[in-house]
């Protein structure tokens, strides 16, 4: 009867062993600021508890860039990232790639938007656990707008005039590169979410609707980015054209525009303690087109595990969904918004939301990025000459 008891306890202390095993496990956090200060943090903490060493790695910037490396890590089965950021228009992309979380949740997602849980869910499987939700939104500052009798724009007729006024009152006061408005108009996925909220915000519709059919070829449509193309060389600097969201935000920052479509992020960087507007921001709900009313392509960040990490087998398999869940969870993370901002733009039911998350990205990035660039274009040839 030894024998038994013998066995029992060395699998006992064999298993304690591995228990308390270290291992290191690398995150791709985003590459801002304020992903790698939050991200980095909680994984950080969570390593500490748990006896593990966390890395951090730094993806491309730019989300259609991000995109392509993942595609060629995952071609090449790479198992340099254990726990990876997705957007919220991956998973049906990079499906074939991802585990399943469902067998590990234990009902965890219920907790998020069932929305998003469902974008997240591809053949019944839970590609990713919501890590941050957001919507894009309109950025002003709030000390000029006040200086010169003006309020928060609800309509981009009302934004143009603004910053038509803005403009003029700074650069003749010595301010020669002060501009009105920046947004993302680089020809990549983030200004997709641009012009579609242009377009929804005109009652044009989606590029691609409900049952497939292309709608883009509307009237409401035509005047949306007509109307942005409009703003290149008057109110916008040309090289808006190459702007993502960390070059918006820098020209923003940096106190040398009136507004900025952004997302959520930029918020905690604009109140930081070295930033040159800190105090002199205000965020509103992006104004609407004529006929229309506001609209915002909703956007966001999952945490998802590659199917090539070396960590996925054998006793680390719970510790590496363990981080995950404790990231995403209410006490470990952001679920969605900061809260300044869900409180102002969603609690108090300022701001309508749009989609983004289109079966046809690629699409909606070509019709975008060829109509308002080759418009944008046109008239500053025409100005030129």
């Known amino acids: 009867m030894r024998l038994p008891r013998i066995l029992a306890g060395a699998l006992l202390a064999l298993g304690a062993t591995c228990s308390l095993q270290a291992a290191t496990l690398t995150i791709a956090c985003g590459s801002n600021a304020a992903d790698l200060e939050f991200c980095g943090k909680y994984a950080e903490d969570w390593g500490r508890k748990n006896g593990h060493t966390v890395k951090l790695y730094s993806p491309p910037a730019s989300s259609t860039d991000n995109l392509a490396l993942l595609r060629q890590q995952f071609a090449a089965k790479s198992t340099d990232v254990d726990v990876m950021m997705i957007d919220v228009v991956w998973p049906g992309v990079i499906k074939d790639h991802l585990v399943d979380l469902k067998k590990y949740s234990n009902g965890a997602e219920a907790r998020h938007f069932p929305a998003i849980v469902a974008n997240n869910t591809i053949e019944g499987k839970l590609l990713g656990m919501p890590w941050f939700t957001d919507a894009g939104l309109l950025y002003y500052r709030k000390d000029l707008l006040d200086k010169h009798g003006l309020k928060a724009p609800d309509t981009w007729d009302a934004l143009a005039a603004a910053a038509k006024k803005v403009m003029a009152a700074e650069r003749g006061a010595g301010n020669a590169d002060f501009q009105g408005f920046v947004f ?3 020809a990549y996925e983030g200004f997709a979410c641009n012009a579609l909220e242009w377009v929804a915000s005109f009652g ?16 409401s449509a035509a005047k949306a980015l007509d109307s942005a193309a409009g703003w290149i060389g008057t109110i916008t600097p040309g090289g808006v054209l190459n702007y993502n969201e960390e070059d918006a935000r820098g020209v923003f920052h940096n106190g040398k525009a009136l507004f900025m479509r952004n997302w959520p992020y930029a918020w905690s960087l604009s109140q930081a303690a070295d930033s040159p507007v800190k105090g002199k921001v205000g965020v509103a709900p992006l104004p609407a087109g004529s006929g229309g009313k506001p609209a915002a392509t909703l956007g966001g960040w999952q945490l998802a595990v590659p199917k090539y990490s070396k960590n996925i087998w054998g006793w680390m398999l719970h510790d590496q969904f363990g981080l995950i869940f404790v990231l995403t969870s209410n006490s470990g993370s952001t679920i969605s918004m900061s809260g300044f901002v869900r ?15 289109s079966t046809s990205l690629t699409l909606i990035i070509f019709l975008s990025a060829v109509v308002f660039m080759r418009a944008a274009r046109v008239r500053l040839s025409e100005e030129a000459s």
């Open 184 to 186: 993302q108009g680089k």
């Open 343 to 357: 409180r102002e733009m969603v609690d108090n039911g300022n701001l309508g939301f749009g989609s983004a998350a």
């Open 204 to 219: 044009g519709g989606q590029v691609v609707d409900g049952a497939g059919n292309i709608t883009i070829n509307n009237p």
